[in-house]
């Protein structure tokens, strides 16, 4: 039963429809799903229910706590946490199948030395910094040396190595020389290690550079249907958008013109408006500083919003609409022949496709849908 009507509707189909054109243009490289941050915000255990119904069996997470989840629902996927596991956790790791990227010597040093006194060995992928400079071994002599040393630690075994873009949706530049500077770095160190699997291709890449694709690309948002600067090179590439968010009309009212509206009395009316309340707000990630900036569709109309944006609830101006209690609204989405896309409300937030989306709260409940019907609603606050 889903117990808000303010819900997240998300489209297997087309989950499945952006696996298939990812892997249309992917070769033989293996599929790294991305599937952190609550998969994008859609749900990270019936997001992975599918990939690996897609044949996907490789994920990756943000962290432990992500890891575990996917792990107590899926005994058998292989998860690479992709960035800091603390020292603590590493036994509880290994323990569980996951997977460690490590990149740095100091950490290698102290993940082994648990193995060790444990006997066991831990299971990681090496990460290079290439150019993004967040984590990785630099691209060095030094750096080498290093990787190399990690390779030979008893408690660790290297089963891929990796690097990030900086830009791969952006800059051609800076992209191929990280890129040439992974390839030429990985080819030395294969000469005198076992390096695993190579991987560096992000959306940006998986999309724009199948040259660069190697063992293995990790998609992230591409998956969800998004190319995060264009929505033309999304859709050019068969994307498909996988998420709706609709709610329903909580209360109508006509208020003369100058009456202000919501916190503050920002909004104030300048004709007879019918002002309409909608049970969705900046707790569930439409954020404040979208205020008065997008639209939703009320009988296939757009309708402003209007008034600070509260945590609960939030205002819009349906002016010339019959509108009543319980009608449906698209906040994200189509309804008639309107649509709000994901870019024009991240644009409202002033951010790219992926931070809007990793806004968008647990508290929604998420409805997904298979050839048209509702498989499963997930109402996250129940979930224990
Ligand atoms: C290391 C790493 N690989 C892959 C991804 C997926 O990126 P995208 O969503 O652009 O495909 C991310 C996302 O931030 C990441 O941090």
Excluded at 229 to 251: K, M, N, P, Q, Y
Excluded at 288 to 304: A, K, N, Q
Excluded at 312 to 335: R, Y
Aim: glycine share 10%.
């Amino acid at each position: 039963m889903d117990l808000r009507p303010t819900k997240l509707v998300i489209d297997l189909d087309k989950l499945k429809n952006n696996i298939d054109v990812i892997r249309r243009d992917s070769g033989d490289a293996q599929i790294i799903g991305i599937v952190k941050s609550d998969a994008y915000g859609m749900g990270d255990l019936e997001i992975t229910r599918e990939l690996i119904a897609n044949g996907i069996t490789h994920v990756a997470v943000a962290n432990v706590s992500e890891a575990y989840h996917l792990r107590t629902h899926f005994p058998n996927l292989k998860i690479l946490i992709l960035g800091y596991t603390p020292v603590s956790l590493v036994e509880f790791c290994m323990d569980h199948d996951i997977t460690l990227t490590v990149y740095a010597l100091d950490l290698a040093k102290a993940y082994n030395d648990i193995m060790n006194a444990a006997g066991k060995t831990l299971n990681i992928h090496v990460k290079l910094d290439t150019g993004m400079h967040r984590l990785g071994f630099d691209i060095s002599e030094k750096g080498k040396d290093e990787v190399l040393e990690v390779s030979r630690m008893e408690g660790l075994h290297v089963t891929g190595i990796f690097s990030h873009f900086a830009d791969s949706d952006g800059s051609d530049e800076i992209t191929r020389g990280q890129y040439m500077r992974f390839i030429q770095f990985t080819d030395a160190l294969k000469e005198q290690m076992d390096i695993g699997i190579r991987h560096i291709s992000n959306s940006g890449a998986v999309i724009q550079y199948s040259e660069y694709h190697l063992d293995a690309i990790r998609p992230g948002i591409a998956l969800y249907g998004s190319f995060d600067w264009s929505r033309e090179i999304g859709d050019a590439f068969g994307l498909e958008f996988v998420a709706s968010l609709v709610t329903e009309v909580a209360s109508v009212k006509t208020l003369g013109p100058g009456e202000g509206i919501s916190y503050g009395h920002k909004y104030v009316t300048e004709r007879p408006t019918q002002v309409v309340v909608l049970p969705v707000g900046y707790s569930d990630g439409l954020l404040r500083s979208m205020t008065e900036r997008f639209d939703v569709l009320i009988h296939g109309r757009r309708c402003p919003q209007i008034g600070l944006i509260c945590m609960d609830q939030l205002m819009v101006d349906a002016t010339g609409l019959d509108v009543k209690i319980g009608d449906e609204v698209v906040i994200l989405g189509k309804q008639g022949d309107e649509e709000i896309t994901l870019e024009e409300l991240a644009e409202a937030s002033g951010e790219p496709n992926t931070p809007f989306l990793s806004h968008l709260s647990p508290r929604l409940t998420r409805v997904y849908k298979k050839n048209g019907r509702v498989m499963r609603v997930v109402e996250e606050i129940l979930e224990g």
